[in-house]
């Protein structure tokens, strides 16, 4: 398309040739995207109202997960209310080899196979729920570290869990599966979602809500693939190894 581009520049501005020539590339680039494993994790327990519905994000998952597995990524699910986990005891890196419950360990290798993350998060009391803090907090950072996240936060009112969402970013970030800069906030989920997560109001709104969270998305997928790539020639915890002992191992050196 380049000499294309160069007949266009004697007759088009600049800046519209240089739109057109990113938009090219971009469209090139979008190529080389690496199907990826994306955990998916929920953040509601509720099983009984008011409000009804009682767990909107199932449907906020559904459609995160609808919108990601067409873009050709493999999504796995993580539910609380099927995982069961009690509040935390003794995370998963606590126990010896061997030793963790069966259910704790079979959740440790979902979550460590994953590429990247996607965490949909209520808002409660301003800040994040605590049923998907609970999952996050029974895992070590060697399992998240290195990967990339996004953050998709709802309610029933109009601010879409912004507060939530805001407040997960450093723990996010201190795990280690960076945040990426975009995220998706849905106002009135119950409203401008069905049941299987499919955006309400027609096909103009369907392509609203996709359009919005695409954003997200490529985002999203760019990270996780460049990361993916990036670890099969250097392994980033040679130089940053985990911490397998004690806390201590923070601190700089005496």
């Not at 000499?3 to 590339?25: F, K, N, W, Y």
């Not at 509040?87 to 419950?101: D, I, N």
């Not at 609970?134 to 895992?139: G, S, T």
Request: proline share 8%; aromatic share 8%; glycine share 8%.
């Amino acid at each position: 398309y380049n000499s294309t581009l160069d007949g266009m520049s004697a007759i088009l501005p600049t800046r519209l040739v240089t739109t057109v020539l990113l938009r090219c590339q971009s469209a090139r680039l979008s190529t080389s995207t690496q199907p990826l494993r994306i955990a998916l994790l929920l953040g509601s327990t509720r099983t009984e109202g008011p409000p009804k519905p009682a767990n909107v994000g199932a449907r906020v998952g559904a459609f995160a997960a609808a919108a990601l597995t067409g873009l050709g990524h493999t999504i796995d699910t993580v539910d609380p209310i099927v995982e069961e986990l009690p509040l935390l005891v003794k995370p998963q890196f606590a126990y010896a080899a061997g030793k963790a419950p069966p259910s704790l360990d079979a959740l440790y290798d979902r979550l460590l196979a994953a590429d990247a993350y996607v965490m949909v998060t209520p808002e409660y009391n301003h800040a994040p729920s605590p049923a998907l803090v609970n999952i996050l907090n029974h895992f070590g950072s060697s399992v998240f570290s290195f990967k990339p996240s996004a953050i998709v936060s709802y309610s029933q009112g109009q601010w879409g869990g912004c507060r939530a969402a805001v407040g997960l970013r450093p723990i996010l970030s201190e795990l280690g599966c960076l945040p990426v800069s975009a995220m998706v906030h849905v106002p009135r989920a119950h409203q401008v979602l069905d049941e299987t997560g499919t955006p309400t109001g027609g096909a103009k709104e369907a392509e609203r809500w996709h359009g919005y969270a695409h954003r997200t998305w490529s985002q999203l997928q760019w990270w996780g693939t460049a990361a993916k790539l990036h670890k099969q020639s250097n392994d980033p915890f040679a130089a940053s190894p985990a911490f397998l002992s004690d806390p201590a191992q923070r601190n700089a050196a005496a």
